[in-house]
């Protein structure tokens, strides 16, 4: 698996997860990064993305309560999930764009290559 996503888990309204990202034998290092996010019969939709000079971008539904980040000492990227709500219960997929043209940083699906298998988040009221 290129990419493994770890910290899913079922919380309340209003409580806070972490995701991790973790990519499997290469580096993250001067790649665009997305989270993207699918509930059961919905599209998957973008949620948070970040280039290679830590650039970000976020959805309007995510804007002010998540944070995406990447430590490249480390080689990991990070979803820091804020003021839960139970609309934010979905799969939460880590995509990455390996590719060696850069382009700006974006939420769109067709931009990322390469896919982990996603995280359960599962928020109760």
């Known amino acids: 698996v290129p990419l493994v996503e770890s910290g899913g888990g079922s919380v309340l309204s209003g409580g806070s997860l972490r995701l991790s990202c973790a990519p499997a034998g290469y580096s993250l290092g001067r790649h665009n990064v997305g989270w993207f996010r699918q509930a059961p019969g919905k599209e998957r939709e973008g949620v948070a993305g970040i280039d290679s000079d830590g650039k970000t971008v976020y959805s309007d539904s995510v804007k002010d309560r998540f944070t995406i980040s990447r430590d490249n000492g480390k080689n990991m990227v990070y979803l820091q999930m804020n003021s839960l709500k139970p609309e934010d219960t979905a799969t939460y997929y880590c995509?990455?764009?390996?590719?060696?043209?850069?382009?700006?940083?974006?939420?769109?699906?067709?931009?990322?290559?390469?896919w982990g298998r996603g995280t359960q988040v599962t928020v109760s009221s």
């Open positions: 995509a990455i764009r390996l590719h060696s043209r850069r382009i700006p940083i974006s939420l769109n699906r067709y931009d990322f290559s390469t």
